[in-house]
């Protein structure tokens, strides 16, 4: 028998919570899985990676049926979607159903990075070389930037991509993409996406840090700690700097970042954006979702 | 005696490809074990250790404490940065501040030689309190430092 998930039309982090409700009803069981974006009409990089972490998730140790997946029907989708390289990493993971156009992952647009996997250090070399090369003229020229931070937007891009390599236990992949973000901000943004389908916060601090909570440990904690309070699962006093860099980045450019991991989702809030900050009890989703979000600079009143 | 070690050179010995940037905790501490080993097979006995970051594009966070604060930690020799740039410093200042260390950055444009310590304020007071004290640095009229050493 296969479930299905429907894929929200408008797909970014706001209705990932819709689509981490219905993969946590459908998997449950262990059927097979059947993902049906034939009405998606717009997805945000985290979309598109957070479709991909939901896929290598649904994967049946044992079986050699991988999950289903039903393509974008409108051919403007369509085209984004291959052109923002979702569906060569899709091939791997899932049986796609629907035609495909034959175009390249975008080499020169506001896809700043395509879909990109994450697997090793090697990898976040790779990430990290080619952002620097595009995003330099994006963050400079569009968002107001100065210059100079576009090294630290590289730094933060790698400590993101890092979390995966170190913490997940598995693969994941990175989007980075530039567009005008008029629902909320009527401002043009870049945005990082990263997501695996690894163990999560919990489970990566759970051998250091449960204790230390204890009936109080919980998703949401290990999010708490990792964000917040810069703590990391190893013992070296270095760690957990990434994330406390990350954070800095940010409140310099007026920037946010959510992360998402199990059941809760952490985020810094900037004034422009009404997110809440902590939510918890939400849907089980395996691994962990970041989004970072940086803005043009200037007046960001929402 | 005064050691260089090229950090941009290190690093392409160190990972396959051509890139110019220190990310990765597992590229820091394989750029920075090659470090240790240059320091320790140094021919002369070495006084100051120059570590020059000239070429070097990105640095984050890991590889700042994975290299400078972890070399700062076993003081083995004096350590001097070099070829820092504005990019370079966001990277290393916070990791420093965090561990309560310091380090000496040799000026870039038109610093002739001078030096700034560079981490947390109670640490860097202290690293050039030392090394006067040495004699291996003297204070300058325009309120900096100068190793001593040519």
């Known amino acids: ?302 | 005696m005064i050691q260089h070690i090229d950090v941009h050179a290190v690093l392409q010995e160190s990972v396959s490809g051509v890139y110019t940037d220190l990310v990765t905790r597992p590229t820091g501490r394989v750029v920075r074990e090659r470090i240790e080993r240059a320091m320790a097979t140094a021919q002369d006995p070495v006084t100051v250790t120059r570590i020059d970051f000239t070429g070097v594009g990105c640095i984050d966070y890991s590889c700042a404490d994975e290299i400078v604060a972890k070399l700062l930690r076993d003081r083995r020799a004096v350590v001097v940065l070099s070829g820092i740039s504005e990019g370079h410093r966001e990277a290393i200042e916070p990791v420093l501040a965090g561990h309560g260390l310091a380090a000496l950055v040799e000026r870039r444009e038109g610093g002739n030689g001078e030096l700034e310590a560079l981490g947390a304020p109670e640490a860097a007071a202290a690293l050039v309190d030392e090394l006067v004290a040495r004699r291996l640095a003297v204070r300058t009229p325009a309120g900096t430092i100068a190793l001593t050493l040519a």
């Not at chain 1, 598995?170 to 009527?186: D, E, F, I, N, S």
Request: charged share 20%.
């Open chain 1, 1 to 302: 028998m296969t479930r299905l998930v429907d894929v929200p039309a408008q797909f970014d982090d706001r209705s990932f919570e819709q689509f981490a409700g219905a993969y946590a009803a459908a998997a449950k069981d262990g059927e097979r899985l059947l993902f049906d974006a034939h009405a998606a009409e717009w997805a945000s990089p985290y979309g598109l990676v957070g479709l991909l972490a939901a896929g290598q998730a649904a994967h049946r140790p044992g079986s050699a049926d991988r999950p289903l997946l039903t393509a974008p029907t409108q051919p403007d989708v369509l085209t984004y979607w291959t052109r923002a390289g979702f569906f060569r990493e899709a091939a791997e993971l899932f049986e796609i159903h629907g035609k495909l156009p034959r175009v390249k992952p975008a080499e020169q647009s506001d896809v700043l990075l395509p879909v990109t996997p994450v697997r090793a250090a090697e990898d976040v070399h790779a990430v990290v070389s080619k952002i620097q090369q595009r995003a330099s003229a994006i963050l400079a020229s569009e968002l107001g930037l100065d210059p100079k931070a576009t090294m630290g937007f590289a730094m933060a891009l790698s400590e993101a991509c890092q979390n995966i390599v170190e913490h997940a236990g598995t693969g994941g992949w990175v989007a980075v993409q530039a567009y005008h973000w008029r629902r909320k901000l009527a401002r043009r943004v870049v945005v990082i996406a990263v997501a695996d389908a690894g163990v999560g916060f919990r489970h990566s601090l759970e051998p250091t840090q449960s204790k230390r909570f204890g009936a109080r440990w919980s998703d949401a904690a290990a999010l708490e700690a990792a964000l917040v309070q810069g703590i990391s699962r190893f013992r070296d006093p270095g760690r957990g700097q990434g994330l406390a860099g990350i954070r800095r980045y940010l409140a310099r450019w007026d920037g946010k970042i959510a992360i998402r991991s199990g059941t809760a989702r952490i985020a810094i809030v900037p004034k422009w954006d009404d997110d809440v900050p902590l939510k918890d009890g939400l849907p089980a989703f395996p691994g962990a979702q970041v989004l970072i979000i940086i803005p043009e600079q200037g007046s960001t009143t929402p």
